[in-house]
């Protein structure tokens, strides 16, 4: 072997591990999210039976059943949650980030619904190219909420507080990422 071919080998070598993190993520399902995922979804058309109607004819939704979000000044918020397509099929994982500034205070956990209005909008979403924009506001979920809400950008976002006290309630500038399911191999 020739000084080239081993300089080759050496860099190829080192990089496999990098170029195994490059490959694309899958999630795979049946943990404990999906239980919580399930868990909000009853809790959501529990407090307003109206929005199984939403269930039904969105182009799809997002589940967040748990976002953590606090703040003194510089607000941060994070959560993990399903897409779904219309009929209810799972199709991926989803993560939300949040960074606010401005008057905020204090710390609360919510869950969090986003139904897509039409496909277009859902393969944004899936695509990764898609975030709340900073005016965009949720609905808190309550008896009657969904009937009095409208899509706005193609989407309607409901929340509910499940624990704690926070001075700003926003869901502007939400970004999101989407990680397909893992497809069964074929045998």
Known sequence: ???????????????????????????????????EVAAAIALFKKTDPGMEKLFAQSAGYAVFPSVTKGG????????????????????????????????????????????????????RFAEGQFALSAQATAVAASEGASADADYQKGVMVFTIAKGGLMFEASVGGQKFSFIPIQKPPLY
């Open 72 to 123: 003194a000044g510089i607000g941060a918020a994070h959560g993990e949650g399903e897409v779904f397509i219309k009929g209810g099929k799972l199709i991926g994982l989803t993560k939300m980030t949040q960074v606010t500034l401005g008057l905020q205070l204090g710390g609360q956990e919510y869950a969090e619904i986003i139904f897509f209005e039409d496909k277009v909008t859902l393969d």
């Open 1 to 35: 072997m020739n000084r080239r071919s081993i300089a080759t080998l050496i860099l190829t070598v080192g990089l496999l591990p990098w170029l195994a993190g490059c490959a694309t993520e899958t999630y795979v399902t049946g943990g404990k999210l999906d239980q």
